[in-house]
């Protein structure tokens, strides 16, 4: 990996990490999403076939075949499930804010209710592995959030099924319905509905660069989380940090993907050249080094900081999906931390836990999006209207600052619609 010193990092492209580009897929996507919209389960059809290389007969999963895919598992397997299922529910229970009221002015109450999204799709990526753990983190926190549809849409496998671990999953976390269908074509299947799927409300989850696309030309119709690209870690390390751990976090997050981004940021020298040296006498061992090894060499850096809060200053630069503190007092150090998806305090704190079980979720913004998104969390689900209600002091206070402001405006009706109540309170 490359070395270098922080005050030359402005020369380099590492805030340009493995954004996805998705101009160059947009017209396919178009055409894809048009096709869709206008001939439903027979562009679905075709397109797996095209690029999942199936020929889908029925495209939603019997139910049958979901209660069944539990006996199909290693009861390990499945008390893994159940477990990080209970500890995303738990947490997302706790994301849920209150309905408010409040005075504002004499005669005047306003407040915030919440109220779930009636539908929503998950997009569950397939192809380099099979994720079961996307599925908890998508539907569990729709489910707390009180939706009361959650459909599930995931690429078939190459004998047009659907893995056993991913049914099961699904099953764990409650979602309604789950379809076999991929790709830029299941988030229009979502988005304009078809004769099989429904069309939702919101769709969230990651995917490849044609999934990305497809959420951003869609957004309008419905909503969607956020446009996500190739997974990314930033590790803020002093002299106490562990260079074996730091070494491992690395790699782990550089197997996800090729283009995947990985930095470490150590005010201490001799730490950075140690992880390297880990690095590069490990990675060979890895059953994904390939990968490890493609990802590490094009985005993977390891940055000398002169002190602490120049590494801090990088990092709410950079905004990483994942950021690992491993420093003598990580907790001083997270009080300055503004962008950030997800935050992995101390080193006995990998991002592994946050991507199955420690209750946090693993849908996050990548590619500097931390800036101004949030990761997926029950909030993204509910709806917050806000309500409001007058008396007769009320309409007497707000009666020449709404009519003054309304005439001003020339919206002469508005101020009218206010006068003849103000003309028939009690004064």
């Keep these: 990996m490359k070395i270098i010193k922080l005050e030359y990092q402005e020369n380099t492209e590492v805030f340009n990490r493995s954004k996805l580009d998705a101009e160059g897929v947009m017209d396919t996507v178009k055409s894809i999403l048009l096709a869709v919209k206008k001939d439903g389960d027979t562009a679905l ?135 076999k269908v991929g790709g830029a074509q299941a988030v229009a299947a979502m988005a304009y509905g078809t004769e099989t799927i429904p069309k939702v409300d919101k769709i969230v989850g990651p995917g490849n660069i044609f999934v990305t696309a497809a959420k951003k030309l869609v957004y309008g119709d419905v909503d969607i989380d956020f446009p996500a690209g190739p997974s990314e870690v930033l590790i803020i390390a002093d002299e106490t940090g562990n260079p074996d751990y730091i070494a491992i976090d690395m790699m782990a997050q550089a197997e996800h993907d090729p283009n995947a981004a990985c930095v470490l940021v150590t005010t201490s020298e001799t730490l950075g050249l140690k992880v390297d040296q880990i690095i590069n006498e490990q990675s060979v061992q890895m059953k994904r080094n390939k990968i490890i090894t493609e990802s590490l060499e094009k985005y993977g850096l390891i940055i000398i900081a002169p002190s602490i809060d120049e590494a801090i200053k990088f990092s709410n630069k950079y905004a990483p999906e994942h950021l690992i503190i491993m420093t003598e007092n990580p907790e001083e150090v997270v009080k300055n931390i503004t962008n950030a998806g997800s935050i992995f305090l101390g080193e006995l704190t990998p991002v592994s836990a946050g991507d199955y079980g420690s209750g946090t979720n693993h849908v996050l913004p990548t590619s500097g999006c931390a800036r101004m998104y949030s990761g997926l969390s029950a909030e993204s689900f509910i709806k917050k209207p806000t309500v409001q209600r007058l008396n007769d002091k009320g309409v007497i206070n707000l009666n020449e600052m709404v009519t003054t402001l309304a005439e001003y405006e020339g919206l002469y009706a508005h101020a009218e619609s206010f006068k003849k109540r103000f003309n028939n309170v009690k004064k």
């Design 45 to 179: 059809r075709q397109y797996t076939k095209k690029f999942d290389h199936v020929d889908l007969n029925l495209i939603r999963v019997d139910d049958d075949v979901i209660n069944n895919s539990l006996k199909n598992l290693d009861d390990k397997l499945i008390k893994a499930l159940e477990k990080a299922a209970n500890n995303i529910a738990k947490f997302h229970k706790a994301q849920i804010p209150d309905e408010w009221m409040i005075e504002v002015d004499d005669g005047v109450v306003a407040g915030q209710i919440i109220r779930p999204l009636d539908s929503v799709g998950c997009y569950i990526p397939g192809g380099r592995a099979v994720y079961p753990s996307t599925i908890l983190m998508t539907v569990i926190p729709a489910k707390i959030a009180g939706v009361s549809r959650i459909i599930c849409c995931t690429p078939p496998q190459s004998d047009g099924s659907v893995s056993d671990v991913v049914l099961a999953a699904a099953k764990v976390a409650g979602a309604t319905e789950i379809y």
